[in-house]
């Protein structure tokens, strides 16, 4: 079991930048697979990221270039580094955790993720 607990929402303007956090409890952090997913009003919820277990890294076209994803296992925490921000990035950012076990590991499916936070807002304001 793991239990991932977001934080660092909140409200920017565009053009500024925010860090998310993800703390993850329980054991042997380095063998998930740490993923960054995000729902706006009424869409679906969107993949944005993907931190591998093994170390591949994987971004959305909407971010690529802005976002960046981190991850310490020692402090089995993953980060999402949001810079240069738009208003179309406005929206409920959670992480999401699956056991790594495949060589290739860069799932962008949400129903792929075994593990989920509850969430944290962001809003873009111009």
């Known amino acids: 079991q793991v239990q991932l607990v977001e934080s660092g929402g909140g409200l920017v303007q565009a053009g500024g930048s925010l860090r998310l956090s993800c703390a993850a409890s329980g054991r042997a952090f380095s063998t998930y697979t740490m993923g960054w997913f995000r729902q706006a009003p009424g869409k679906e919820r969107e993949f944005v990221g993907v931190f591998s277990w093994n170390g591949g890294i994987m971004y959305a076209d909407s971010v690529k270039g802005r976002f960046t994803i981190s991850r310490d296992n020692a402090k089995s925490t993953v980060s999402l580094q949001m810079n240069s921000l738009k208003p179309e990035d406005t929206a409920v950012y959670y992480c999401?955790?699956?056991?790594?076990?495949?060589?290739?590991?860069?799932?962008?499916?949400?129903?792929?993720?075994?593990?989920w936070g509850q969430g944290t807002q962001v809003t873009v304001y111009l």
């Open positions: 999401a955790a699956r056991y790594g076990a495949a060589r290739y590991d860069l799932r962008r499916d949400s129903a792929d993720y075994e593990y």
